[in-house]
């Protein structure tokens, strides 16, 4: 063999003669691996859990479209479109307005990032898991962090975040719309006038509410708002929607320090997405495919309309609560006015090991819920109702799959 390869690489010449070598004299140290070799297995779930949440079948024939370019024109134009989507579900006219290549968490990191330098004092909401990644990212920068903790399925009135203001006179306050660790639903009207009295901006989380929950940033005063691509839209999880007004753009461009990321500089990300009126330049190669699927998920709830999608997750959530509590579940949120309309919370039923009654919904349904997350870990069972998951024939399925475990699972009778 070696002979061989030899003998061809005289007649192919001296740059190839050296790559052939280079292949006879090293041995593969690491073989193909089997499970490579199989098909790929993937099962059929009912995702009810809090997100990633079932593709909608346009969304996933958008996946299999064929690749283009991520500087070609066509694909501008699709970005472009995307930009007009996330206005639309946003509710707001701001041209600071794009995804970002990465999960809902790529953007809270963006947002923060860009606005916060080190010594900036910066006010945090932490009711939950995602209140308390913000105060760590705010950390990690340096930031002056002043994180407001409450417990699991409390929210924030405007007179604590007024205390708050007034204390730490912060240049920014984040707040989480829906806290899908606790099932929260956090007020929003009137919280960005408040902060706009103190020179204070207002970065608000929408991931688990956007669609599913009333939001208008223009409106409400909201200064940056994000949000995920999987959970009431429908789109695999990979992109991330986000936008600034005038008056955070203004502090990203004034900023004395460059952002510690060069990947979510928004500076570089506004000229790529087309939103600063300058020629576009390369920033880093988008997810072409994933952006496919995001324009089809925007083009979806377009179609129905926000007002119509609201009326369907509050009205199908309404009816599991319902059923829930037919069963003899307790709601962990009490208020009613305060629950989220996507992500709903139930307290682990006494004498029950959550993890048993996930698993066997899991096992025997092929359903999805889940536990709490972070401070919420071990107090609560979450099932989300999200976009086109939001069915009454869904909400009918889990219950009877939450029945039968109740009367299948082990329980702890002291």
Not at 101 to 115: I, P, Q, Y
Not at 178 to 192: C, I, K
Not at 293 to 315: F, K, P, Q, T, V
Request: hydrophobic content about 40%.
């Amino acid at each position: 063999m070696l002979r061989t390869l030899t003998s061809a690489s005289v007649a192919l010449g001296p740059r190839v003669a050296g790559w052939v070598r280079t292949m006879a004299s090293h041995q593969l140290l690491v073989t193909p691996p089997e499970a490579l070799l199989k098909p790929l297995s993937v099962p059929s779930r009912l995702l009810l859990g809090p997100g990633p949440s079932n593709l909608a079948p346009r969304v996933l024939a958008a996946g299999g479209l064929q690749m283009i370019g991520h500087m070609h024109k066509e694909m501008y134009q699709i970005m472009d479109e995307i930009k007009q989507g996330i206005q639309y579900v946003f509710q707001t006219r701001n041209r600071l307005t794009l995804a970002i290549s990465g999960s809902g968490h790529s953007a809270l990191e963006a947002a923060l990032l860009n606005l916060l330098e080190p010594g900036d004092s910066f006010l945090v909401g932490a009711n939950g898991i995602w209140g308390q990644r913000a105060a760590e990212i705010g950390e990690r920068i340096g930031a002056r962090t002043h994180p407001m903790i409450k417990d699991p399925g409390g929210h924030y009135t405007k007179q604590e975040v007024e205390e708050g203001l007034s204390q730490h006179k912060p240049v920014l306050l984040f707040l989480t719309h829906g806290e899908s660790s606790s099932g929260v639903l956090q007020p929003l009207d009137g919280y960005g006038e408040l902060c706009h009295r103190y020179q204070c901006l207002l970065l608000v989380d929408s991931v688990a509410s956007l669609g599913g929950a009333p939001i208008h940033m223009d409106q409400q005063g909201i200064d940056v708002l994000y949000s995920g691509s999987q959970k009431v839209l429908n789109s695999p999880p990979g992109t991330a929607l986000i936008s600034f007004s005038d008056k955070a753009k203004n502090k990203i461009y004034s900023r004395k320090t460059k952002p510690y990321s060069f990947y979510l500089d928004m500076k570089w990300l506004a000229n790529f997405w087309g939103c600063d009126d300058k020629p576009r330049m390369y920033h880093h190669t988008t997810p072409v495919i994933s952006l496919f699927s995001l324009r089809e998920s925007l083009a979806l709830i377009a179609e129905e309309g926000l007002e119509n999608s609201w009326r369907r997750h509050r009205d199908v959530t309404a009816y599991l609560h319902g059923r829930l509590q037919g069963l003899g579940l307790q709601l962990f949120v009490k208020d009613p006015t305060l629950r989220l309309p996507t992500v709903t919370t139930i307290a682990v039923p006494a004498g029950y090991d959550w993890r048993d009654i996930v698993k066997y919904l899991i096992d025997h349904f092929s359903i999805e819920i889940t536990g709490g997350l972070g401070p919420s870990l071990g107090k609560v069972l979450r099932i989300g109702l999200l976009g086109c998951n939001a069915t009454r024939e869904n909400v009918d399925r889990v219950i009877e799959a939450l029945q039968e475990a109740l009367q299948r699972c082990p329980r702890n009778k002291l």
